[in-house]
């Protein structure tokens, strides 16, 4: 920063250099000008050639000579300054610039006009170094005033950069401090004036309080998976172990390997959730952009449901011809999670209604049951992985269905809305994009 700052004041200085010159220059031939048309006022000539001057007229005005010449250019009145050439030829059109070894002069000439035959002129004539050295002071005192304001300018540079350097290092060694300890809770703390580092705090806090969440949501899911994998897998160990004693009869071995198959599925459904919710997370999975007709498809989930259940399933179709754009497969999913917890969380043959339609630039697939229904304050929660609400449902179940059907619908630019009474049933409604 100080160094842009000298090179703005060495710029400014050049600057006011080259506007300086101009202007003095400007102001020389401005003065010229003017004095020499008003000595020549002064000057009267009669009509017998007689030159008169009047009072007024004067050979030296500040630093400026005047002299008057005849038609060839001699002196009739005046004298030349020190060192200025006296054989310069008379032209009244424009200003002259003569240089005489070191020294610049500047030369006007006008014409009186007398009426008669008879040529006078007046000749202007001022040193360049004489005239530059009214304004000589005015220049320094520019200079100074630039390098004034900007020594204050480096100062006060130098001033806030160390307060907000300073303030900075206290922000890095709070991250670092964070970092080191894993203390997640640790915030980092502002109190000073400059409003964009008070801005960088709070954003840096907030970025915290998102990783804090994200930390406690990682801890919570692991914990979640341990918990849900560890009473599959302890059976299975304990039918292992009991299919090993030496008084096991056959039965006993079949029922064995029908319960250790039984969790090995249900751990394999854990898995493939699980596998299937971190390919979305990270964008893993590909999303397929395919013409999606949903009511064959909920017709095509039900007959399926249908024949893994066995038995006969009370539904009651609202099928409107509606179409989506999307990924079938995990539409399917979405599909079949919402009407296998219908089915799973109420009585037998209880009705289940099921419905395609559209709402504005949206397309839905509807599922309602009139099971057991969700109390109000477990309904924020039920999206959250692993989560259960009452022994009901947490008899059944893994808690990761809800959670992969709203990750599919926010993929496919949708959400999942739910209704839902305890003791009246649920109604839980698939959103996605109508490609009209």
């Known amino acids: 920063m100080i160094a842009a700052l000298a090179v703005m004041a060495i710029t400014m200085l050049i600057f006011v250099r080259i506007l300086a010159n ?3 220059e400007y102001d020389i ?16 000539l009669d009509c017998m050639g007689n030159i008169t001057f ?16 005849d038609g060839s250019g001699e002196a009739v009145l005046g004298q030349y300054p020190k060192g200025c050439p006296q054989d310069i030829e008379i032209n009244t059109k424009r200003l002259q610039q003569v240089t005489e070894g070191w020294e ?49 300018a480096i100062f006060c540079g130098v001033l806030l950069s160390g307060r907000i350097s300073g303030s900075l290092r206290e ?16 915030r980092m703390e502002y109190e000073g004036r400059f409003y964009e580092l008070a801005v960088l705090t709070q954003a840096n806090n907030r970025m915290l309080d998102r990783l804090e969440e994200s930390f406690q949501q990682q801890e919570q899911f692991t914990a979640d998976v341990a918990h849900e994998l560890r009473t599959p897998i302890a059976v299975m160990t304990a039918q292992c172990q009991y299919a090993h004693g030496k ?8 029922e064995a390997f029908e319960v250790i198959e039984r969790q090995s599925l249900k751990v394999s459904a854990i898995i493939s959730r699980l596998l299937e919710l971190s390919r979305l997370d990270y964008d893993r999975r590909q999303i397929e952009k395919e013409d999606v007709d949903l009511p064959e498809l909920v017709q095509s989930v039900c007959e399926d449901l249908q024949q893994k259940s066995g038995d006969t399933l009370n539904i009651r179709f609202y099928l ?20 296998t917890n219908a089915v799973r969380y109420s009585d037998k043959d209880s009705l289940i209604e099921v419905e395609t339609g559209t709402r504005g630039n949206m397309v839905f697939v509807s599922v309602g049951d009139h099971g057991v229904g969700i109390s109000e304050e477990d309904l924020p929660y039920i999206f959250k992985r692993f989560y259960k609400t009452d022994k009901s449902r947490n008899s059944q179940g893994f808690g990761l269905g809800l959670p992969l059907t709203m990750k599919i619908a926010q993929k496919h630019g949708g959400t999942v809305l739910v209704q839902s009474s305890p003791g009246e049933g649920s109604t839980f409604t698939l959103l996605l994009p109508d490609i009209k």
């Open 29 to 44: 031939r401005q003065s010229l000008d003017r004095e020499a048309f008003k000595n020549l006022k002064e000057i009267t």
């Open 320 to 339: 409107e011809q509606v179409h989506t754009v999307g990924d079938i497969g995990l539409v399917m999913i979405a599909i079949q999670n919402l009407l």
């Open 247 to 254: 008084t096991v009869s056959q039965e006993d071995y079949q």
């Open 22 to 24: 101009a202007a003095v």
């Open 104 to 152: 610049h002069f500047y030369i006007r000439d006008m014409r009186k006009h007398t009426g008669t035959k008879k040529r006078i002129y007046l000749r202007a004539i001022v040193c360049k170094s004489d005239a530059y050295s009214r304004y000589r002071m005015l220049e320094c005192l520019a200079y100074a005033s630039i390098l004034i304001v900007f020594g204050i």
């Open 171 to 186: 922000m890095c060694a709070a991250a670092e401090e964070i970092g080191q300890n894993r203390n997640m809770s640790g």
């Open 54 to 69: 009047q009072d007024d007229f004067a050979q030296k005005e500040g630093d400026i000579h005047f002299l008057v010449l």
